[in-house]
């Protein structure tokens, strides 16, 4: 039975024997059957097995047994096929990263029929599997995980990027703004060397700004009893006092 998300569905099964069965529904699986938004039941006795404004969480195979104390107990399954439009939804719609980086970014899609599902960039062209594209899709039920991994981050990345889902019913599409974090890439290297001949202290400074580490290196020419030396290192200023 194909149902719209919304509709209203009653299920029906009959039967006959002597003495007279009684007819309970189960759900497929063991799983329960949702009443409501606050009652699910394993079980329901009746003959008929009604949904008021169905929903995706009614879609299954729901099982109709007769039994009357004599053996064998029948069944007969009736399957329930919801079809409802694409919904899109982002845990994260916020990513920040460096240039140079490998960036993953997820959109969660829940559609049926099956649904047609891509990425998108800011002036909409299609991101696809490609060198620095990795593009997956992990499909469970009327469920579907997207994944893009840019595996080199460029400038012309960051922005916007759209997730789409498109089926028969309708198309929705998801936003990730993807902006670029400062500091990372300073490739300036520097070597400072500072000499203190008056008071008897040479100082160098060695290193580079890329990995924001320095070598500090204090060698005394002629030990005094009080030596002040100041050292520069990246954008402070150290005042070390020895004796």
């Not at 939804?89 to 559609?111: K, P, T, Y």
């Not at 490609?130 to 992990?138: A, E, I, Q, R, V």
């Not at 300036?188 to 890329?210: D, F, K, M, P, R």
Request: with cysteine; net charge positive.
């Amino acid at each position: 039975m194909v149902v719209h998300e919304g509709s209203n569905v009653t299920l029906q099964c009959a039967a006959t024997g002597y003495p007279s069965p009684t007819i309970t529904w189960r759900r497929e699986g063991n799983h329960n059957i949702v009443i409501s938004n606050t009652l699910t039941v394993a079980v329901v006795d009746s003959s008929t097995l009604t949904f008021h404004r169905v929903t995706r969480q009614h879609m299954g195979s729901y099982l109709c047994i007769a039994s009357n104390g004599v053996p064998p107990t029948v069944s007969k399954r009736i399957t329930l096929i919801v079809h409802f439009a694409p919904m899109v939804w982002i845990q994260n719609q916020l990513v920040g990263d460096f240039v140079g980086d490998r960036l993953s970014i997820e959109c969660h899609v829940e559609a049926f029929p099956k649904s047609i599902n891509y990425w998108s960039s800011e002036n909409r062209n299609l991101l696809t599997q490609g060198d620095n594209y990795d593009t997956t899709l992990k499909e469970v039920n009327y469920k579907t995980e997207m994944r893009l991994t840019i595996n080199q981050v460029k400038e012309e990345h960051f922005g916007t990027c759209h997730c789409v889902s498109k089926n028969s019913l309708g198309a929705t599409d998801g936003t990730i703004k993807v902006y670029k974090l400062p500091g990372k890439n300073w490739n300036n290297n520097y070597q400072t060397s500072v000499t203190a001949s008056n008071n008897g202290l040479q100082h160098n400074i060695t290193g580079s700004t890329s990995n924001r580490e320095g070598k500090n290196n204090c060698v005394p020419i002629n030990p005094k009893p009080v030596v002040i030396f100041y050292c520069i290192v990246l954008c402070g200023i150290l005042l070390s006092k020895s004796s």
